[in-house]
């Protein structure tokens, strides 16, 4: 066996600063330990460090990916509590004519039959489902009230 050179530092040989001190130390370790085994070691102890490497990188991956996955499920979410686009004007405007023209035959039966009180049943029972409708094509219109100090929407 003969004796090895003296070898620079690792900062000096990679530019490694302050930030990773851990992989820092894993490579003196591995450096030092070249110096007391000898050259025939020499692969293997780099096949260890990269392998520690290897994992490294992977586990910073895995860390990524699974916040991009986080923040992707989090972004549907968001966007399936909101109005649908299926919900369009003239969806909401077809409503509101099919409920005028039934409510036509729907005022006759009811005022011919129980005269006033079926007249305000018949017209209570359009209202409330045209309110159902507007509640579902616009979620939270009557459960929002403008702030009148900052302008933000308060629940």
Do not use: C
């Amino acid at each position: 066996m003969r004796p090895s050179a003296p070898l620079s530092t690792v900062g000096d040989m990679t530019g490694m600063d302050a930030r990773d001190t851990d992989l820092k130390k894993e490579l003196d370790a591995t450096l030092q330990t070249r110096r007391e085994l000898g050259e025939e070691y020499e692969s293997a102890l780099v096949d260890s460090f990269l392998e520690k490497i290897d994992q490294r990188i992977d586990g910073a991956v895995d860390r990524r990916v699974r916040r991009q996955l986080a923040e992707q499920q989090m972004q549907t979410a968001r966007d399936s509590r909101s109005p649908k686009a299926t919900d369009s004007w003239g969806e909401r405007y077809g409503f509101g004519i099919v409920s005028l023209v039934l409510a036509v035959p729907l005022s006759a039966i009811g005022g011919g039959v129980a005269h006033l009180p079926g007249l305000l049943v018949a017209w209570a029972g359009i209202v409330g489902v045209n309110v159902v409708q507007a509640v579902r094509t616009n979620p939270g219109l009557f459960g929002r009230r403008k702030s009148s100090r900052d302008g933000d929407w308060e629940d």
